[in-house]
């Protein structure tokens, strides 16, 4: 599969990029030890280091072959740091007409409305040139943060999901979103 990487202009500070580079391990390392993100994310371990930086450019190579197209989009700022996340999870069949998101960004690009400019260009762009016609975002319950945003993105609330997630040892609900083309 060779993909070339896709680049998709957010305004002059900040763009989107396709195709995690190895070099992004550090940026990952660098942002991903933050309490917020770990307690809003499921899969997101507390401790982040190099190692586990690493499984997830692994991973995000295997995911990208196996559904053959991107699957994780970068959030850059203007000298190619990668400050954040939005990410097609891959909870669905390869030819599924839906698909679930995720999404984080590092704290000092936070309360900037630089994320929900990227989930607009990311979302447009994935309902544009990939066959979805449905995708989905679920928020833990407490993420009232996330679920403003979420909205804003033009997500519309389908419904709780009762102790849809186990994390920390607790049941946690969660909010389905739904944007549909």
Same mark, same amino acid.
């Given at each position: ?18 195709? !995690? ?31 586990? =930086? !690493? ?46 998101? =995720?999404?984080?960004? /590092?704290?000092?690009?936070? =309360? ?11 979302? #447009?762009?994935? !309902? ?6 449905? !995708? ?6 407490? #993420? ?29 609900? /969660?909010?389905?979103? /739904?944007?549909?083309?």
């Amino acid at each position: 599969m060779d993909m070339r990487q896709t680049k998709i202009i957010i305004d002059e500070q900040f763009y989107v990029t396709t195709q !995690l580079m190895e070099k992004d391990v550090d940026s990952l390392v660098k942002w991903m030890n933050d309490d917020v993100i770990y307690a809003n994310t499921l899969k997101i371990p507390k401790k982040y280091d190099r190692e586990k =930086g !690493l499984c997830y450019f692994n991973f995000c190579k295997e995911k990208d072959e196996k559904f053959c197209k991107e699957m994780a989009f970068q959030i850059r700022n203007a000298t190619n740091e990668m400050i954040g996340s939005i990410e097609l999870l891959g909870i669905y069949d390869v030819n599924s007409h839906k698909e679930e998101i =995720g999404y984080w960004i /590092a704290k000092p690009y936070r =309360g900037i409305g630089l994320m929900k400019k990227a989930i607009d260009v990311f979302t #447009n762009y994935v !309902l544009k040139h990939y066959l979805y016609v449905r !995708l989905e975002a679920t928020v833990f319950s407490y #993420n009232v943060t996330s679920q403003k945003l979420i909205e804003k993105c033009g997500f519309n609330y389908e419904g709780t999901l009762k102790k849809a997630y186990f994390k920390d040892g607790k049941f946690i609900d /969660a909010k389905l979103y /739904a944007l549909v083309k």
